[in-house]
């Protein structure tokens, strides 16, 4: 079993640019395909980005793909998420996923197929 592990998170001004970062615990995370999902108070958890096993086929929901990019480096057992241009309305809890799909070269957008979560990372950005 994984257990992913979520980092990088923190207060930013609107134009500023963080990489939250999703290390494991366990088992290594190079084998699954991966996601990152944010929820902001008060609204349903949605999908930002997702990559496959080994980071060929991407995807990064419509609202942030000029601005965000997802990658992995599975030697260092990471996935990254690289936010730029940051918004106020990007302020979010951003939670970092696995799906039990070794070595799957699909990404998945939804958050039920995924069956390991972590606990979230805590992005604010100020207007």
């Known amino acids: 079993q994984v257990q992913p592990v979520e980092s990088g998170g923190g207060l930013v001004q609107a134009g500023g640019s963080l990489r939250l970062s999703c290390a494991a615990s366990?088992?290594?995370?190079?084998?699954?395909?991966m996601g990152w999902f944010r929820q902001a108070p008060g609204k349903e958890r949605e999908s930002v980005a997702a990559i496959s096993w080994n980071g060929v086929n991407t995807y990064v929901t419509d609202s942030v793909k000029a601005r965000f990019t997802i990658s992995r480096a599975n030697a260092k057992n990471i996935v990254y998420l690289q936010m730029n241009s940051l918004k106020p309305e990007d302020t979010a809890v951003y939670y970092c996923?696995?799906?039990?799909?070794?070595?799957?070269?699909?990404?998945?957008?939804?958050?039920?197929?995924?069956?390991?979560w972590g606990q979230g990372t805590q992005v604010t950005v100020s207007s």
């Open positions: 366990g088992r290594s995370l190079s084998v699954y395909p």
């Open positions: 996923a696995a799906k039990r799909d070794y070595y799957s070269g699909n990404y998945y957008i939804t958050s039920g197929e995924y069956n390991y």
